[in-house]
Nanobody, 121 residues
């Protein structure tokens, strides 16, 4: 069992900034990847940013240059620094982790409950 605790969502003005945090806990041997997805009303859930255990990052084109994903391995925590926010960034943001729970074990995927980000114009 793995739990993800998200924080940092809220209301921001266009051009402003927010910093999201997601801390993973539970039966974790290794975190293979952690990332952020978002879902706006009437839309599919989409990747925002992802960081792998090797440090590679991936970003959606819509946030590239504005958002930065980072990690603190000691705390099993991933952050999403969101700058130059736009109203189009308004969505529920979900943290996702892919973990192994034992050496040579299979991968498991877990989702956080989501945190609302609202950007006003």
């Amino acid at each position: 069992q793995v739990q993800l605790v998200e924080s940092g969502g809220g209301l921001a003005q266009a051009g402003g900034s927010l910093r999201l945090s997601c801390a993973a806990s539970g039966s974790i041997f290794s975190i293979n990847a952690m990332g952020w997805y978002r879902q706006a009303p009437g839309s599919q859930r989409e990747l925002v940013a992802l960081v792998t255990n090797g440090g590679s990052t991936n970003y959606a084109d819509s946030v590239k240059g504005r958002f930065t994903i980072s990690r603190d391995n000691a705390k099993n925590t991933v952050y999403l620094q969101m700058n130059s926010l736009k109203p189009e960034d308004t969505a529920v943001y979900y943290c996702k982790t892919i973990v192994t729970r034992a050496r040579a074990g299979p991968q498991y995927q877990y989702w956080g409950q989501g945190t609302q980000v609202t950007v006003s114009s």
